[in-house]
């Protein structure tokens, strides 16, 4: 079974600045797509970001577009979200997701998820 497990969380002031990190255990990510949720207390679950670890397309929410980076390392192994100008909106657990099928905006097509990572951003 696959093992996501997300990293770099914290309290950070409005303006700031964050790097989450996602590593996945075995191999590489291949030819699956992975991406980042967010889900803030009494919400659904939100499509925030995504790549391809083949073509390093990349996907993301209307709401974090020109702020938040995705990317992945060289070996495929590990899938950054870079979050700049952050925002109280922002504030959620940050969820990294292996994307199985379809589309990347929806998360039931995602078969594995790490347990998430608490991000808070104050004003």
């Known amino acids: 079974q696959v093992q996501l497990v997300e990293s770099g969380g914290g309290l950070v002031q409005a303006g700031g600045s964050l790097r989450l990190s996602c590593t996945a255990s075995?191999?590489?990510?291949?030819?699956?797509?992975m991406g980042w949720f967010r889900q803030a207390p009494g919400k659904e679950r939100q499509f925030v970001a995504a790549i391809s670890a083949l073509s390093d397309a990349t996907y993301y929410d209307d709401s974090v577009k020109g702020r938040f980076t995705i990317s992945s390392d060289n070996a495929k192994t590990t899938v950054y979200l870079q979050m700049n100008s952050l925002k109280p909106e922002d504030t959620a657990v940050y969820y990294c997701g292996r994307h199985r099928s379809s589309s990347v905006y929806y998360e039931t097509n995602y078969d594995f998820w790490g347990q998430g990572t608490q991000v808070t951003v104050s004003s």
């Open positions: 075995g191999r590489p990510f291949g030819s699956y797509r």
